[in-house]
């Protein structure tokens, strides 16, 4: 990583979700102005800042420069503030404002805003109705501003401080400060992991409940990656004892109490789920049911008939599971057919698609990947 400290002159594009700015910065050794890109969120024209990144050389715009983090200053020279000021950063300032407030208070003026602001009355053409709109203007940018830093000052990257920000507003602080494992379920993109880094960071009790409580969601979480819609009880005491280096008993004590408040759910029997698990596993029962419920409107056909024609058709020939899938499928109001790599499914499912043709049925095939369903289209 380099760092790369200038002056913001212009800011070119801005993303107020994500926070993406194109920046270009004043900066001693460079003749020219640099672009800068990344998460810049609240930066503004006149600031003086030091950025972290890298160098990079994009194949439309050229040279730029990549920020990872960056840390501001207010400006302390008069044409600083008036750039500052005039940049729209603070409603109620704009160019002309800017210009008349540095002129009577010179380097004084963001003192001045700060301190005594009710002194503004005393520029040109500004009257208690704006100065009351300035004032209001300040704070939040410097409530803003104080968000930023906290959340930056324990290892949140910009990025995430944007999206940190823009979900809890001025009580971002309060939030983090008191349960900073909320940031995995509220804020996309931060996991478990970050969320425990920036604890960690905070100095966070590692034995706290609300770690404890966020760990084993997340172990449910990665489990589910594996294919696991739930994790039996002891399986999922194991799994977060391992990866929190918790003592086993306080691990118990949490996970009855999230059981009980339900953040996650308990089954019949040992299975735990979270709850979008539970729910749908409930609702795919439930559509089965329904499926195996209703009368059949299909006529009855050759299926021997059908698979030896295939035979021939395909140059194939179909071993005794291979005909009792087919025979199932057919007769069955509901099937699932399971098998390895080069065990035959695709030319399976090939007969059984026939048999439904020449029993009158329209036939709609679904895959979940596109690779997949190109590999079935091609086949079928």
Known sequence: MEYLSGVVERITYENRENGFSVIKIKSKGFVDLITVVGSLAGVNVGSVIRLKGEWKMDSKFGKQFSAQDYRETIPATAAGIEKYL???LVKGIGPVYAKRIVQHFKEDTLRVLEEQADYLVKVEGIGQKRVDLIKKAWQEQKEIKN???FLQSN???TAYAVKIYKTYGNESIEIV????YRLADDIWGVGFKTADKIAQQMGFDKNSFERCRSGIVYVLNELSNDGHCFATREQLLQETEKMLE????????TLEKVIE????????????FLPPFFYSELGTAKRIKDI??????YHAVDVDGIIESIQKEHKISYDDVQKDAIKTATTSKFMVLTGGPGTGKTTTTLAIIKVFQLMGARVLL???TGRAAKRMSETT
Not at 177 to 180: G, I, S
Not at 261 to 272: H, M, N, P, Y
Not at 292 to 297: A, G, I
């Open 177 to 180: 400060k008191a349960n900073p």
């Open 155 to 157: 290892g949140v990257s």
């Open 246 to 253: 918790l003592e086993k008993p306080l691990i118990e004590t």
């Open 147 to 149: 968000v930023m830093l």
């Open 366 to 368: 679904a895959a979940p």
């Open 292 to 297: 195996l419920s209703t009368e059949s409107v």
């Open 86 to 88: 005039g940049s729209g």
């Open 261 to 272: 408040e339900k953040t996650v759910i308990l089954d019949e029997g040992d299975a735990i």
